[in-house]
């Protein structure tokens, strides 16, 4: 039976040689274009063009990290990367911008992106109004017109997101965890392997964990006291509810991005007030702390009623605030105040807006009881009485910068009277002069000057009042932007009918459909409620997919290496016919597993081995002992191995293989089903084949001048990388090179993909 199929597949032609000045861990072909990514021992993630132009060079996000995988999202311009302190980030590709990050809390050992194969169906009408929700809301604020700290950002993450196509990040950690999350940003799946098992930590390594391409079926290979184990964990709801969770996502993409549009809101909320309104307060502080307790409240009442001052106020007045300094501070006062009022008004009025529509839908989709509500349950009425709070505390600090807008004006229109009289000149003739009414103000506004600070005691109940060196509180904008118990809580309004008709009815103060008002909490805290209830509504799904997990069935290599230093390789690729997932397990440089598992969890396996030459093959001869290095699948159809040659003399040499799958498959035989079932070298439940039958004329190819270490290939892409041994040199190959006579009789069919595709990333 000849198999030209593989003696083809190895016409390679190298195309770049690179010597680099780091160590590289990692190497991952992108699927879409002609990149590759490297991850090295600096912890950096490095992105090259075919022809080996840098894209661009991102560093860790802590120094002393390390890239434990890099995984390429199906079909789209994000990349994931995960590090050993649990960081995941998600970046575009594009511009090396982070678009997210979660925390799975300790080491990461792999991660694995796996696609629906099939576009998934949308049998449900929510879906459209699910998607397009700009028919009802206002495109958000610009930000940067409003201030000038805001960021440039888009928070448009739905676009990040394929609409038709579902797919799931896999994440394994050193904690025995695994983590499914789809598109990377919505948490929908936690497996506990220890507590399955009842494995102690530190017995068990995880040591790769995927996905079939119908999501039904979770691989995931252990390491366990020299033993691989391949189990397969089926589910049925990832299956059931796939569009369910798809348009689930996408309504997580809105809340994602109008709840970033918020922080950044507050954050330039918090900047406007910094800037100028702490002066003030700063510069009255010396002044308070040399005056007796009491007294500063009492000076200027004196100075409002009967017009003299103390020497330690005119001093104050004349030489510390000045004529000068007080217009300059009252005019930054009161842009800053405007800035906060126009903040607080339309971007944060609006996102919040947004948010009541995006949770309000959500709870519409809970309502249809078949396609959401087993994922969700009933948690979305507590996010929507925070975020009417939340809208609720927006509007009374709106109220409260019109309060202190109205109070600073007034307060520094009658201080400039004050010391242009002090200094004996003469006011303006168009200077206003200070009302009735506004004087009521003033009085009330220098009456709380030596209000006390107080903070609640242990019990929560009773007030203690703080010893420490006293801090001049004039304003009272900044304290809805700490996260702490407001300590000057807005008065209650005598004339407000509402709250008078809630007190007097106890059954509408505890209807649900009230949002209620919390009077102590700051804008920061209302916030931060808002964000947690948030979060607790898509922490269901992850417990019940998590739960529907079950074991189906195990596969378990028992290696021959008993001085364990031989690093296992396990690759994986979801084949589109009759549903069949195929593995490579190389379990010891003698002894590589071709397995596949069916729809039904059951494997069929073979096991390749280099034992004697076939007495007949002289071709053979001179290559010397063959062993197995690394494997990776190049596509459904090919296996690609890096073998390694040893010679009597002690020499060694590295060859690539290119090994077609068709006769292999054809070998494997069932694997039967016992708990304890071990394929190894004495096993009798698994054929053992002589992998030099397997080779054919021109299959091998030599690597001359490198020892290998290991290889990274890209079937979509027709390239193959290989590293060497040191880890510090890379050779790239075009797998698709074509004869010279070949290119010159049609060279517009026949571009190597040395050129930049036409998917490839602008520069």
Same mark, same amino acid.
């Given at each position: 039976?000849?198999?030209?199929?593989?003696?083809?597949?190895?016409?390679?032609?190298?195309?770049?040689?690179?010597?680099?000045?780091?160590?590289?861990?990692?190497?991952?072909?992108?699927?879409?274009? %002609?990149?590759?990514?490297?991850?090295?021992?600096?912890?950096?993630?490095?992105?090259?063009?075919?022809?080996?132009?840098?894209?661009?060079?991102?560093?860790?996000?802590?120094?002393?990290?390390?890239?434990?995988?890099?995984?390429?999202?199906?079909?789209?311009?994000?990349?994931?990367?995960?590090? *050993? &302190?649990?960081?995941?980030?998600?970046?575009?590709?594009?511009?090396?911008?982070?678009?997210?990050?979660?925390?799975?809390?300790?080491?990461?050992? !792999?991660?694995?992106?796996?696609?629906?194969?099939?576009?998934?169906?949308?049998?449900?009408?929510?879906?459209?109004?699910?998607?397009?929700?700009?028919?009802?809301?206002?495109?958000?604020?610009?930000?940067?017109?409003?201030?000038?700290?805001?960021?440039?950002?888009?928070?448009?993450?739905? /676009?990040?997101?394929?609409?038709?196509?579902?797919? +799931?990040?896999?994440?394994?950690?050193?904690?025995?965890?695994?983590?499914?999350?789809?598109?990377?940003? #919505?948490?929908?799946?936690?497996?506990?392997?220890?507590?399955?098992?009842?494995?102690?930590?530190?017995?068990?390594?995880?040591?790769?964990?995927?996905?079939?391409?119908?999501?039904?079926?979770?691989?995931?290979?252990?390491?366990?006291?020299?033993?691989?184990?391949?189990?397969?964990?089926?589910?049925?709801?990832?299956?059931?509810?796939?569009?369910?969770?798809?348009?689930?996502?996408?309504?997580?993409?809105?809340?994602?991005?109008?709840?970033?549009?918020?922080?950044?809101?507050?954050?330039?909320?918090?900047?406007?007030?910094?800037?100028?309104?702490?002066?003030?307060?700063?510069?009255?502080?010396?002044?308070?702390?040399?005056?007796?307790?009491?007294?500063?409240?009492?000076?200027?009442?004196?100075?409002?009623?009967?017009?003299?001052?103390?020497?330690?106020?005119?001093?104050?007045?004349?030489?510390? #605030?000045?004529?000068?300094?007080?217009?300059?501070?009252?005019?930054?006062?009161?842009?800053?105040?405007?800035?906060?009022?126009?903040?607080?008004?339309?971007?944060?009025?609006?996102?919040?807006?947004?948010?009541?529509?995006?949770?309000?839908? #959500?709870?519409?989709?809970?309502?249809?009881?078949?396609?959401?509500?087993?994922?969700?349950?009933?948690?979305?009425?507590?996010?929507?009485?925070?975020?009417?709070?939340?809208?609720?505390?927006?509007?009374?600090?709106?109220?409260?910068?019109?309060? *202190?807008?109205? %109070?600073?004006?007034?307060?520094?229109?009658?201080?400039?009277?004050?010391?242009?009289?002090?200094?004996?000149?003469?006011?303006?003739?168009?200077?206003?002069?200070?009302?009735?009414?506004?004087? &009521?103000? +003033?009085?009330?506004?220098?009456?709380?000057?030596?209000?006390?600070?107080?903070?609640?005691?242990?019990?929560?109940?009773?007030?203690?009042?703080?010893?420490?060196?006293?801090?001049?509180?004039?304003?009272?904008?900044?304290?809805?932007?700490? %996260?702490?118990?407001?300590?000057?809580?807005?008065?209650?309004?005598?004339?407000?009918?509402?709250?008078?008709?809630?007190?007097?009815?106890?059954?509408?103060?505890? !209807?649900? +459909?009230?949002?209620?008002?919390?009077?102590?909490?700051?804008?920061?805290?209302?916030?931060?409620?808002?964000?947690?209830?948030?979060?607790?509504?898509?922490?269901?799904?992850?417990?019940?997919?998590?739960?529907?997990?079950?074991?189906?069935?195990?596969?378990?290599?028992?290696?021959?290496?008993?001085?364990?230093?031989?690093?296992?390789?396990?690759?994986?690729?979801?084949?589109?016919?009759?549903?069949? *997932?195929?593995?490579?397990? #190389?379990?010891?440089?003698?002894?590589?597993?071709?397995?596949?598992?069916?729809?039904?969890?059951?494997?069929?396996?073979?096991?390749?081995?280099?034992?004697? /030459?076939?007495?007949?093959?002289?071709?053979?001869?001179?290559?010397?002992?063959?062993?197995?290095?690394?494997?990776?699948?190049?596509?459904?159809?090919?296996?690609?191995?890096?073998?390694?040659?040893?010679?009597?003399?002690?020499?060694?040499?590295?060859?690539?293989?290119?090994?077609?799958?068709?006769?292999?498959?054809?070998?494997?035989?069932?694997?039967?089903?016992?708990?304890?079932?071990?394929?190894?070298?004495?096993?009798? !439940? !698994?054929?053992?084949?002589?992998?030099?039958?397997?080779?054919?004329?021109?299959?091998?190819?030599?690597?001359?001048?490198?020892?290998?270490?290991?290889?990274?290939?890209?079937?979509?892409?027709?390239?193959?990388?290989?590293?060497?041994?040191?880890?510090?040199?890379?050779?790239?190959?075009?797998?698709?090179?074509?004869?010279?006579?070949?290119?010159?009789?049609?060279?517009?069919?026949? &571009?190597?993909?040395?050129?930049?595709?036409? %998917?490839?990333?602008?520069?």
């Amino acid at each position: 039976m000849s198999f030209k199929y593989a003696a083809n597949r190895t016409q390679m032609k190298q195309t770049g040689n690179k010597n680099v000045g780091y160590h590289v861990d990692i190497l991952k072909w992108s699927d879409r274009m %002609d990149l590759l990514a490297i991850g090295n021992d600096k912890g950096e993630v490095i992105l090259h063009r075919l022809k080996w132009q840098k894209v661009w060079q991102l560093a860790p996000p802590e120094d002393g990290l390390r890239v434990r995988g890099i995984a390429w999202r199906p079909l789209e311009k994000v990349m994931a990367i995960a590090y *050993s &302190n649990g960081t995941v980030l998600l970046i575009n590709i594009e511009n090396k911008e982070e678009i997210y990050s979660f925390d799975v809390k300790s080491d990461i050992t !792999c991660i694995n992106w796996t696609e629906n194969t099939r576009e998934v169906a949308m049998n449900d009408t929510s879906g459209d109004a699910i998607n397009d929700y700009t028919t009802f809301l206002p495109p958000l604020p610009s930000l940067n017109s409003l201030s000038s700290t805001a960021k440039s950002s888009d928070y448009n993450t739905l /676009k990040f997101y394929s609409k038709q196509i579902l797919n +799931l990040l896999i994440v394994g950690t050193t904690s025995g965890h695994i983590h499914l999350s789809v598109f990377g940003m #919505l948490a929908c799946c936690e497996i506990d392997l220890y507590e399955k098992f009842a494995i102690r930590p530190g017995e068990t390594v995880i040591k790769d964990a995927k996905m079939s391409s119908n999501f039904k079926q979770l691989f995931v290979t252990i390491e366990r006291r020299g033993t691989l184990e391949l189990f397969v964990f089926e589910n049925d709801i990832l299956q059931k509810y796939s569009t369910s969770l798809l348009n689930l996502a996408i309504k997580h993409a809105h809340l994602l991005g109008t709840m970033a549009y918020i922080n950044d809101t507050i954050e330039c909320i918090v900047e406007a007030w910094e800037t100028v309104l702490l002066e003030m307060d700063n510069k009255l502080t010396k002044y308070a702390n040399d005056q007796p307790q009491g007294s500063i409240a009492a000076d200027f009442l004196e100075l409002l009623m009967f017009g003299c001052t103390s020497p330690a106020l005119e001093q104050f007045l004349l030489r510390d #605030l000045t004529e000068k300094g007080l217009k300059k501070l009252g005019n930054s006062i009161e842009l800053s105040y405007s800035t906060i009022q126009k903040l607080v008004v339309k971007p944060l009025h609006t996102a919040i807006c947004s948010m009541f529509y995006h949770l309000n839908s #959500l709870q519409g989709m809970i309502s249809n009881v078949y396609y959401y509500k087993p994922l969700l349950g009933d948690v979305t009425n507590e996010a929507l009485i925070n975020c009417g709070a939340f809208l609720i505390k927006a509007y009374e600090l709106q109220q409260t910068i019109d309060t *202190s807008t109205r %109070d600073f004006k007034i307060f520094f229109r009658w201080l400039y009277i004050v010391i242009i009289r002090l200094m004996d000149e003469t006011l303006p003739e168009d200077n206003p002069s200070v009302t009735q009414q506004e004087i &009521n103000y +003033l009085a009330e506004f220098l009456d709380n000057f030596d209000a006390c600070q107080m903070e609640l005691g242990e019990t929560g109940n009773e007030p203690v009042v703080e010893e420490k060196k006293r801090k001049f509180n004039l304003e009272r904008v900044g304290q809805y932007l700490e %996260d702490k118990t407001l300590p000057y809580p807005s008065k209650a309004d005598a004339s407000n009918q509402w709250a008078k008709l809630l007190e007097q009815n106890d059954c509408l103060k505890s !209807c649900p +459909l009230i949002y209620p008002h919390h009077d102590n909490n700051s804008l920061v805290q209302q916030h931060n409620l808002l964000k947690a209830s948030i979060e607790k509504i898509f922490k269901h799904p992850i417990a019940v997919i998590g739960q529907d997990f079950k074991q189906k069935s195990v596969i378990r290599l028992q290696s021959e290496d008993d001085s364990n230093t031989f690093s296992r390789v396990i690759t994986h690729i979801g084949g589109n016919f009759d549903e069949i *997932s195929l593995f490579g397990l #190389l379990e010891s440089e003698n002894n590589l597993i071709i397995a596949e598992c069916n729809r039904s969890s059951m494997f069929r396996a073979v096991r390749l081995c280099f034992n004697e /030459k076939p007495y007949f093959e002289t071709r053979f001869s001179s290559l010397g002992e063959l062993t197995f290095k690394h494997i990776q699948f190049y596509s459904e159809d090919t296996l690609s191995i890096l073998l390694r040659a040893h010679t009597a003399d002690d020499q060694t040499s590295s060859y690539f293989l290119q090994l077609a799958l068709q006769r292999v498959r054809e070998l494997l035989e069932a694997v039967p089903f016992i708990s304890s079932q071990i394929i190894g070298k004495h096993s009798s !439940c !698994c054929r053992v084949v002589n992998a030099y039958t397997l080779l054919e004329e021109g299959s091998l190819k030599c690597l001359e001048g490198m020892e290998a270490g290991s290889i990274a290939v890209s079937g979509t892409r027709n390239v193959a990388s290989i590293l060497s041994e040191s880890h510090k040199t890379i050779r790239i190959y075009d797998m698709d090179a074509q004869e010279e006579d070949d290119e010159l009789l049609d060279t517009s069919l026949n &571009n190597s993909s040395l050129d930049n595709s036409k %998917d490839s990333i602008q520069t």
